[in-house]
């Protein structure tokens, strides 16, 4: 399937942007410029694009949601809603990028 989608995120400092998200959630850079990243997550990929930070938040897939908290806090993500179970049988947690961008990562997987 070709895929169609893509999440994209705004930031301020694009290639700053994309050496936080490597380091705090193990996102793998494909293409960085000044203006504009492709950043590899598993399969998928996130686009970030220079602009005003905010709007939506980006929700990823993750299998040790635990461990990927510890690592988003050590490289100073802003955790903005703690480690919990969902009802609907997910462990997640929420934080927000040094821009202001809010990620979502837990265990459920459409």
């Known amino acids: 399937m070709k895929r169609t989608v893509f999440a994209l995120?705004?930031?301020q400092d694009v290639s700053a942007a994309a050496d936080f998200l490597s380091s705090a959630f193990g996102f793998?850079?494909?293409?960085?410029?000044?203006?504009?990243a492709e950043m590899l997550v598993g399969d998928d990929m996130i686009m970030l694009g220079e602009g005003k930070p905010g709007g939506p938040g980006i929700y990823?897939?993750?299998d040790d949601p635990d461990a990927h908290h510890d690592r988003a806090l050590a490289?100073?993500?802003r955790i903005t809603?703690?480690?919990v179970e969902q009802p609907y049988g997910?462990?997640?947690?929420?934080?927000?990028d040094p821009e202001g961008n809010a990620w979502f990562f837990g265990t459920y997987r459409p």
Do not use: D, F, I, Q
């Open 60 to 62: 990823v897939a993750v």
């Open 81 to 83: 809603m703690e480690l």
């Open 75 to 77: 490289a100073g993500a």
């Open 9 to 11: 995120a705004r930031y």
């Open 28 to 36: 793998v850079p494909h293409t960085v410029s000044k203006n504009h």
């Open 90 to 96: 997910s462990r997640e947690y929420a934080c927000e």
